[in-house]
């Protein structure tokens, strides 16, 4: 299994979708790019090639193409991430360490970070999947490169004026197949070499000195089911047998009269949907869900899997 193909894949079901709407941005020149934004959902194409030259396409050589919660639209990433038995750095290991945010980086030309050098307070884990790979620059936690306040959680901490203390960085030059880790509070800042992308990681955890942890570590027990996988909810919603669905935690999904939330994610629902939720619990609709079931109640459970409320067990 190729982390390539499976992001790749990923990337091309997000973009495609008529089901959900990723969570992405589209880089021009250094700037976010509305109309890149559009033009990329309106022209991307599956099985349209190599991401890099799919976005250069479309959006010309200087974009960068950011999309979060990537392995959410592809389960064969999360396949790869326990596949993958290569040690962490002992800086970001842990017992404790949780991955909160899978994304992907996407540049159709060389270029630095769009949004400047900054600070994440999350373990940044980068693993280059394809391309003419990118050289990371990070300064000593604490460290002063151009910005007003190193403890800022926003706009103070960033600095457009980093190349003045570039001096002061180590540069780490990754390719396909490789892995720079940041930690947690340590500035830093990308150069894309090239047209390439990659899969990134943020997780938090244990801070110290122990014995490093393998990457699988990251998505062991994780049930990153694809749950905005337009396939998969075409077949929830049409299937003669459909897949089997679970309630990923009950207690944690909360429903208005326009949607269902959960841990931040929002799906709208119509009146008529909202009334059957009034009316029974959301473990009663999963429960009521199979071949014979109505098309709210399928609709209901497709939404429920888009934001991650139920999931398709992924042992299947």
């Not at 392995?71 to 326990?82: E, F, K, S, V």
């Not at 190193?150 to 706009?155: D, H, K, T, V, Y």
């Not at 429960?287 to 609709?299: F, K, L, T």
Request: proline content about 5%.
């Amino acid at each position: 299994m190729s982390l390539t193909n499976e992001l790749t894949a990923a990337i091309d079901r997000a973009l495609t979708s008529r089901k959900a709407e990723p969570r992405y941005r589209v880089f021009k020149d250094g700037n976010l790019n509305y109309r890149a934004c559009a033009d990329v959902a309106m022209k991307w194409r599956q099985h349209g090639g190599r991401p890099q030259d799919q976005l250069r396409e479309i959006a010309g050589g200087g974009s960068v193409l950011a999309l979060n919660d990537i392995a959410a639209w592809n389960d064969g990433i999360r396949q790869c991430l326990l596949d993958d038995q290569r040690m962490l750095p002992p800086t970001v290991s842990g017992g404790d360490i949780e991955a909160t945010d899978v994304y992907a980086f996407i540049s159709a030309g060389a270029g630095w970070t769009a949004f400047g050098a900054h600070v994440d307070f999350e373990h940044s884990i980068i693993l280059d999947a394809d391309g003419a790979g990118r050289d990371v620059l990070t300064w000593p936690e604490g460290a002063q490169y151009g910005q007003r306040m190193n403890e800022a959680q926003s706009f103070f901490g960033i600095s457009f004026d980093w190349k003045k203390y570039a001096g002061e960085s180590t540069r780490n030059r990754i390719g396909p197949g490789e892995v720079a880790v940041i930690r947690s509070r340590q500035p830093h800042i990308f150069h894309a070499n090239g047209p390439g992308m990659f899969l990134g990681i943020s997780a938090e955890g244990q801070n110290g000195t122990g014995a490093g942890s393998p990457i699988s570590q990251l998505a062991a027990g994780k049930a990153w089911a694809p749950k905005h996988d337009s396939a998969l909810v075409e077949e929830i919603m049409t299937a003669p047998i459909p897949p089997p669905i679970s309630i990923s935690r009950e207690s944690g999904i909360r429903h208005s009269s326009t949607g269902i939330h959960f841990h931040g994610n929002f799906v709208a629902i119509s009146s008529h949907e909202h009334k059957i939720i009034e009316s029974q619990t959301i473990g009663g609709i999963i429960a009521s869900y199979g071949p014979g079931s109505s098309p709210a109640i399928r609709a209901l459970t497709a939404k429920l899997v888009m934001i991650g409320a139920a999931i398709v067990p992924t042992s299947l």
